[in-house]
């Protein structure tokens, strides 16, 4: 069951991941990107001390824009050691805080899973607004699963391989029944506020490539697009525009199914 998400283009990586028992979580919200200063206000709010020193704070925001040690040493002139030694004490506080293993890696996408997961309660700053819609979404049949146990590392993991790594395409593989739909379901709604355009779609009843193409070109058109091409390869070329345009996350359930004629 590939999962599909479209970056810029760059010669990018595909990742696969192998899956093995899952249930899906969360309600049907949009999330506005996160910024730094709203990453703060939730990690002061989870934080028994209330808030970073001076020199974690440093590191979190420098690491957030993505700079190595080295280059944070550089630009704060600090000594290299000194900034590893920090941020590694820095990702065990937030592991312990937010009860998630966090690295330099992940803390932004465990940041935002953790925002999930205390839903609507008040964070204490008027400046954020985690669940503001802001993006075009068509969530199609996917189940209702309010519910998720564990799997928590591989959502990081596939998280990270998607908003980190920026993999364009990633398959989940397993056996029927093990859990694939609810953990796309779940990754999905993780990080839908990295993307202008969201849409999950299971191919089960979906009759052909040409008919799904259809569908893809229309949601991604904002429904605009009326006249569509004639042929599957025209159809694919116009969808590759849009996907091209904008931050795209394509979620396809059971694409083995899907008729290619």
Known sequence: MPLEAIAPPLPLPSCSYFDADANSIQKDLSVEPMTVEEALALIESALESGRLTKIQELVLRHAWDGMSY??????????????????????????????????????????????????????????????????????????????????????TTLGEWLLRDRCRL??????????????????????????????????????????????????????EEINLPETTEEKLARLMVYLRESRCLLVLDNLGLLDLW
């Open 70 to 155: 080295e280059a944070i040493a550089r630009t704060t002139g600090y000594d290299t050691g000194y900034i590893k030694d920090t941020g590694s004490k820095l990702w065990r506080l937030l592991s312990d805080a937010l009860g998630t293993r966090t690295t330099k890696f992940n803390f932004q996408v465990v940041l935002r899973n953790y925002s999930q997961r205390i839903g609507e309660k008040n964070i204490p700053t008027s400046s954020i607004n985690f669940l503001a819609a802001t993006s075009q979404q068509d969530w199609g049949e996917a189940p209702d699963v309010s519910i998720f146990y564990g799997r928590n590392q591989e959502l």
């Open 170 to 223: 990633v398959t989940i593989l397993g056996l029927g029944g093990v859990g694939k739909t609810a953990l796309s379901v779940k990754l999905a709604q993780q990080i839908q506020g990295e993307f202008e355009f969201l849409i999950w779609r299971s191919l089960r009843d979906t009759p052909s490539l040409s008919s799904l193409l259809s569908t893809l070109i229309s949601f991604f058109s904002r429904h």
